[in-house]
């Protein structure tokens, strides 16, 4: 469905109006970014900073029970080195976007409709 004269006329001058009062943000909506921030973490981190972890509350328990500071204390920073190990696996990855295909006369969303009319709009300018 195509916009009337008065609706594209009142969306060039809310862009321009966005533009005028926040450039910055009017260049991020406008960037078109072509790639997705991906955050994983290595299974090995991930595997070994969990069992750092553990052991480090075991040793802050028997520190507890056998009421002796020091080995709480160190279990304490046996936990936070989990932590930091855990964390240090943490990845980010760039992946590509790109539209998904859809089979040969497959019907589409309301929502994919607008999203293609409103791609194939951005191409034309």
Known sequence: MALSD??????????????????????????EKTTATQLSIAPKNLV?????????LAVVI???AAEIVPIGVGGVAVVFAG????SS???????????????????LSF?????????RRQKGQ
């Open 89 to 107: 696996g943490f990845v980010r990855k760039e992946k590509k976007v790109t539209s998904p295909k859809r089979p040969k006369g497959a019907s």
């Open 62 to 64: 028997a520190g507890v």
């Open 48 to 56: 070994g900073g969990i069992v750092i972890i553990i052991l480090g």
């Open 83 to 86: 932590f930091w190990y855990l």
């Open 111 to 119: 929502f994919e409709k607008q999203a293609e009319e409103w791609l």
């Open 6 to 31: 008065y609706e594209r006329k009142m969306l060039e001058e809310l862009e321009s109006q966005l533009h005028s009062d926040d450039p910055k943000l009017s260049e991020t909506l406008k960037s």
